[in-house]
């Protein structure tokens, strides 16, 4: 397994993926404010992979 710091686009995809489908409205923040959050080094995301075929297993 590997853990990384997610890119911007790597967190775009978690959000639409995943994220949307795992959380409430209530309960995320509009990928937006993620978006300009994390291009002002104010937000991180990380994922776990897999390390023999790269599939995401989790996220934070």
């Known amino acids: ?6 890119s911007i686009h790597e967190i775009s ?3 639409l993926r995943h994220l949307k489908f ?5 309960e995320r923040k509009p990928l937006f404010v993620m ?3 994390h291009k002002r080094n ?4 990380y ?3 897999d390390s023999v ?3 995401l297993k989790a996220y934070a």
């Open 13 to 15: 995809e978690v959000y």
């Open 35 to 37: 978006k300009n959050l």
């Open 1 to 6: 397994m590997i853990i990384k710091q997610l």
């Open 22 to 26: 795992d959380f409430p409205d209530n």
């Open 42 to 45: 104010l937000y991180l995301c």
């Open 53 to 55: 075929d790269n599939s």
């Open 47 to 49: 994922g776990l992979f």
